[in-house]
């Protein structure tokens, strides 16, 4: 391909001289592009603000990201023999996905739920499932990411998880771990029946933010989920300004509840995904790292330097991968891999090479883990901290992402704030436009994706598809068995407490965890929300 | 003048909706009229599409429950004595699947991946749409 640099400025360039998220290319670096760069004011030394080049001093020499690859399927006992497997083949953290019904707090007994029993994610009904998910899982040692996506059930399935760890006699501030409990994900990111509220989403998930603040010390109680803002449409600097966005606005309704913020704000965490475009994908952590630090300096003034400290797992995209030629989604996800490394990940999943036609087969779940692996300990990123420093072209793309991540922001407080602005149906509207624009590029041909529209072959897929039988029969059967030996008055009045909770101003938590221990199924906790704050109509066409 | 008319759903608890809804958005384009009906039953799916007399029904599914609700659907419209309408799925389906549910009446499948042209165009051709159609 010819260089030629005039192509990289101005109007009309060539697409495939833009980043991804439209960035524009020159054909070389050079002193001059990062004319303003102060490498005392912008970069710091890692673990130093405003730590663009990380957030621990020693970075990987001192702790390794954690190697935590997802895991869930089919009923409680097939998880946690998965989560078996991973840790006996050198996995350092639980990751674990549950089905779309439990996500929305739902029973696998609801009419609508009988296709999705397990699929996709492990099924949770109530306390006795979660017993049996993580039994003989050293969960006071190993760190648990509750892949919790929509507050409507994150409360109740981690209440379960709590008292779980209760009758396991292990304290709770021994627990180490992160929910994802993030209100996009239940109104903009992800669709389902009898939606909540935006607002009152967003109210259940700081509900967990605040007791996880009294009460779990080393838990974080939110992960604000940049890589499902990315996989439904959102470019690299939309899916870093709205993790920012939506951690200010958390911040601000803590302190409006009177928690100063250095009680909360070390424990917020974050989640990006790491996509195709590698330095575009090192340039946004970066960035993001130093936009978050800088507003919550501004904007809270904390005392404690953790508390602008921008923490972060990264899952490699679901989305760049192929149904077509499978096993080159191996190599894609090696260099996703790769660009969350050299960006300074604290924890890491690799996508399976199979997911874009099944759930991960066990050889494709391990291969991942091998990505990991091999990138740890075969090619030597670790061995220094923020290596990319100082490059012309990544510390010229890192102030441009940072430039426009902070331009979106200040458009988000210019609609009323995040929740208003998924209210309004902004949110919605701009990242199934980025989205759409993008799906043009590649059915045109614009955008090329190999095996997809350039490369392609007739050789018919040949990877053994994973296959398990379904979990409906057994959670009907743990359903029936709850709902036989319980004490149905203890359940209503624990689910009307719950209910008075929501009605007044109370924090939830508690009276969810009273819920669970009572007998309550996740699903009769979420109704109790539903029946109060549920319908809203979600803005998508 | 008539316009294509076709009902999109997700089926069961699918969570996923972009490519659902990037089908959507381009069918419109291409000049269709789309009725996005969201999460629903087998039984809702079907009477939506008698209701707004449809020519397609577009599913999709992500989550893996497409051997339990597809199958229920193409019995339903048979009952209804509606299986006249082109029933396309997208989304991730094995191919053994495929197989199986295009046997059973599925009209076409769409795998991750697929053009969206390639739908639009497909569509446009299995529709008989009348004589008085005109699109742009």
């Known amino acids: 391909m010819p260089i030629e640099a005039s192509d990289a400025l ?51 020499r001192g702790r390794l990201w954690t190697i935590r690859q997802l895991a869930g399927f089919g009923t409680p006992e097939e998880t946690n023999g998965r989560f078996r497997l991973l840790l006996d083949q050198g996995a350092t953290g639980i990751n674990c996905v549950f089905d779309f019904v439990t996500n929305r707090g739902f029973s696998s007994d609801h009419p609508l739920a009988e296709g999705d029993v397990g699929q996709g994610g492990v099924a949770i009904d109530c306390l006795d499932d979660m017993r049996r998910l993580f039994d003989g899982i050293p969960i006071d040692d190993v ?118 913020i250095d009680s909360f704000a070390p424990r917020l965490s974050s989640f990006f995904t790491a996509d195709n475009d ?35 797992h990264v899952q490699t995209s679901g989305s760049a991968l192929t149904a077509q030629q499978p096993l080159n989604n191996v190599s894609r996800a090696a260099y ?8 300074g990940a604290q924890s890491l999943h690799v996508s399976a090479y199979d997911e874009a036609l099944c759930l991960p087969s066990e050889a494709a779940a391990l291969t991942a883990l091998r990505t990991q692996q091999v990138l740890v300990h075969e090619t030597g990123v670790t061995r220094t901290a923020d290596p990319l420093a100082g490059s012309y072209y990544v510390e010229h793309l890192t102030s441009e992402m940072e430039q426009r991540i902070v331009a979106y922001l200040e458009e988000i407080d210019g609609l009323g704030g995040l929740v208003r602005a998924v209210e309004s149906g902004w949110v919605h509207r701009e990242l199934m436009g980025t989205s759409y624009d993008r799906e043009i590029a590649i059915t045109s041909g614009e955008q090329k994706v190999v ?41 209503s009045r624990a689910l009307e407490s719950l209910r008075q909770a929501v009605e007044g101003d109370g924090n939830t938590m508690p ?17 109790v929300f539903r029946a109060l704050h549920g319908g809203w109509h979600q803005p998508l066409l | 003048m008539s316009l294509i008319k076709v009902v999109m759903a997700k089926m069961g608890f699918d969570a996923h909706y972009r490519g659902a809804m990037m089908v959507a958005r381009h069918l419109v384009q291409r000049g269709m009229e789309v009725v996005y009906i969201g999460n629903r039953l087998p039984e809702e799916i079907v009477r939506t599409v008698i209701d707004e007399d449809a020519q397609v029904l577009g599913l999709s599914s992500l989550s893996g429950n497409h051997m339990v609700m597809v199958p229920r659907i193409l019995a339903l419209l048979r009952q209804e004595g509606v299986e006249r309408v082109k029933v396309l799925l997208g989304g991730v389906i094995p191919t053994e699947d495929q197989k199986e549910l295009l046997s059973q009446g599925v009209s076409a499948v769409f795998g991750t991946g697929s053009s969206l042209d390639a739908i639009a165009d497909w569509i446009e051709a299995a529709v008989d749409h009348g004589s008085d159609a005109v699109r742009a």
């Open chain 1, 511 to 527: 009276h969810l965890i009273g819920a669970v221990k009572a007998g309550a199924s996740i699903g009769e906790c979420c109704d």
């Open chain 1, 143 to 260: 760190s648990v990411s509750l892949v919790l996506s929509n507050p409507v059930g994150a409360g109740s399935i981690f209440a379960a998880y709590l008292a779980m760890a209760q009758e396991r006699g292990i304290p709770w501030e021994k627990l180490r771990g992160t929910l994802q409990n993030d209100f996009l994900m239940e109104t903009v990111v992800l669709t389902a029946p009898n939606i909540l509220e935006p607002a009152f989403s967003f109210r259940l998930s700081v509900d967990v933010v605040e007791f996880c603040t009294q009460h779990l010390p080393q838990w974080n109680p939110i992960s604000f989920a940049g890589y499902n803002y990315r996989e439904s449409g959102a470019n690299a600097v939309q899916e870093a300004a709205l993790v920012i966005a939506h951690a200010l606005a958390v911040a601000d309704e803590m302190v409006r509840r009177g928690h100063p």
């Open chain 1, 336 to 343: 996703h891999a790769l660009a969350a490394v050299l960006g």
């Open chain 1, 451 to 491: 095996g997809v529209n350039c490369f392609t072959d007739d050789v018919p897929v040949q990877i053994e598809l994973f296959r398990f039988p379904s979990a409906l029969e057994q959670q009907r059967a743990t359903l029936g068995k709850l709902r036989s030996e319980r004490d149905q008055d203890a359940v």
């Open chain 1, 278 to 312: 590698l330095f575009e994908e090192v340039a946004k952590y970066r960035a993001a790292r130093r936009v978050y630090y800088r507003l919550f300096q501004e904007r809270f003034h904390p005392k404690d330097p953790r508390s602008s400290r921008l923490r972060f």
């Open chain 1, 10 to 60: 101005g109007s009309g360039i060539r697409q495939d001289y833009r980043t991804t998220s439209g960035i524009p290319v020159k054909a070389v670096y050079t002193p001059d592009d990062v004319g303003d760069f102060d490498p005392t004011r912008d970069l710091g030394g890692p673990g130093e603000p405003p730590y663009t080049r990380g957030v621990h001093r020693d970075m990987y």
